[in-house]
C-alpha cells in the first residue's frame, strides 16, 4: 500500500510542502475526554458506553464500518445529537474541565470545538465570503465592519487554500470540490487562537480528488502542530497512515481498538474495523470485450473539450484526472444532464446530437448514472429507501394499475441484503441511514436495472472496505453480464485493479490512455500530475501531455 502518496511529487505539484504525521512533535494534555457515552434511535442503541481521548497535536483517526455510529459521536462532541442519560452516566471534560451535556452547540463553537459534517454545511445561495464568514462578523467603530480588510482576509484565505474563487461570488456556482474545501476552511477559522481546540472533519476527502486530499492533508498538519486536536473520519486507510497519529475504531457501539497509528498494520485496522480479517479486495478479472455500446464523438461541454471514447460490453474503462481537468463533468455530459456544446453520444447504436440528449432517453436507450452527489443528485432524503430504490422499475410492480407492495417490498429487501445495506429495512427514510449505506441502496437502484452503460462517478465514496470489495465484485459482475462500465474516480488503486483501460484528463482534454502493462497506480498518478511542460513527476519516460492522448500499452 502506498502511506504518504508520492509526497515529493505531490510538494512540486502542489507548491508547498506535504508534512508527515508528526509523532516526535511534543503532545500537549487532553483536550477533550469523552466517557461513557451512549446513543439510541428508537430501540437501536449505537453507541454504548464509548471512551475518547483527543490529545493536542495530535491527529486522531475514527474509524468504523457504515453505520457503526462515528457521524452520531461527532455529533454528539460537537452538541448537535443528545447522548443518551446526558449527565447520569456520559461525561465529558474540556481542557480538564467538566462540562455538561448535551452539549449547546453554541457553546461547542465558542469553546473552540469546530465539526465540518458529511453534509457539507456550505449555503448555496450565499456567496463565498458569507458562507466562511456568517456568524464570525468582527464590528468595529459604530458597529461598522471594516468590508475592505474581511474581503481582502477571506481573499488570502481563499488563495492560500487553493480555492478558485472570488469573495463575492455564489457557493452554488463552485465545483463540487471547492464547495468541500470552503466548509473545510470554515471548520479552520473556528479554531481559537489563544488555547488548543478541536477540529472535527468527518470524510472531508470524500468529494475530493488526490491533489484537494493533499491540500487537505497538509492544512490538517498545520492545525495539528498548532496545538489543536483534530479528529479525521475516514474510510480510506492510506489517509490514516498517511496524516494520523492515533487510531479509534468504534465496532458494535464500543471502542474497540486504541492504538498508535505507527503501531498499527493495514490488515490489523480491517480486522478492527470488519470484526474478520479481509481477504483480496479486488475480484480476478478476465475481460471479453464485446461490441461498442458506448460511442462518444467530439464532444465539448463547459469544460470539456473535444472528447472522443468508446466503450465496448464486457469492459470496465476508468476515466480520471486533477481537480478541474474535466473528468467531472463527462458523466453528466453523456447521461444529458448537463448542457452539450457540440458532439454526439450513441448508446448501443442509438446516435444523440448534442440537442437531443436527455436523462430520459439516456435511460430508455439503456444508460444509467450512478452521481458523485448523492445527497442533492441521487436520492430523496425525505422518500423511504423502497420508495428510492424502487423508483426507476416501479412499472414491475404494478398489476392492472395498482402498486403490488409486498412483491416491491420483498424485492427491495433482497436487493439491499445483496448490498449489504445496513439496517436492513426498507421503510426507514433514505435520509436515517448512514451516508455510506445511502451510498450503498443508491447503487442497488442502478444496478438493478441491468443497464448496458452503466456511468458510475465515485461509486466507492464513503463506503467502508468491505463494502468496497462487494461493490466492486458487483462491477466485474455486471461487465461479465456484458454492460460496459464507465467509472469516474480519483481512486488510482481502484482504476488500476478494476479496470481495462483508463482515460487521462488534463486541462479538460484527453490527455493519455493507459491499458495492459502500462496500466498502474503509479503511472496514473505521474501522468495526472504532468506538469505543464508535459514532463511527469518522477516519471521521465512518460510522453507529452498535449500530444493527441497516446495510448499506452
Ligand atoms: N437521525 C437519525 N435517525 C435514525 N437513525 C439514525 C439517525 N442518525 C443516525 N442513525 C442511525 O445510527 C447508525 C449510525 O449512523 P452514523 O451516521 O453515526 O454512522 P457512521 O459510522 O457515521 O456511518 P458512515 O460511515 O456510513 O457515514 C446508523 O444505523 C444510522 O442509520
Redesign the pocket.
Known sequence: MVRLRFPKLLSQALGHEIMSPANDMAVADPVISLRNISKS?GP?K?LDGVNLTLSGGQVHALL?Q???????LIKILSGVYQPDDAGQHGRMLLRGEPVDLPLDPNFAATAGIAAVH?DLPIINSASVLENLMIGRFETGRGWRIDWRRVRNDVARALGEFGIHATPEQLASDLPEADRAMLAILRGLKGLPSDRPGVLILD?PTAHLPRDGVDRVFAAIRKVASQGHAVVLVT?RLDEVFAVTDMVSVIRDGIIAHVAGTKSCTERELVKAILGFELDALYPERQTNAGEIVLNVENLYGKRVQDLSLVARRGEVVGVTGLIGAGQEEIPYLLYGARKVSSGSVAVCGQAFSQAELSPAKSIRAGMALLPADRRNASGVGTASVRENVSLPILARFLKNGILREKSERNHVRELLGRFEV??LDPELPLS??????QQKALLAKWFQMKPDVLLLHEPTH?V?VGSRRTIFRLIKDAADQGAAIVLFSTEYADLANLCDRVVIMRHGRKSAELSGASLSEQRIVALCMMDEQGSTLGQDEMSDASAPAPVLN
Request: glycine share 24%; charged share 20%.
Open positions: 434511535f437501536r449505537v468504523g457504515n453505520g457503526s455510529g462515528k457521524s452520531t458529511q470524510e474510510h445496513r439496517p436515517a441511514l448512514s451516508g455510506g449505506n464513503g467502508d
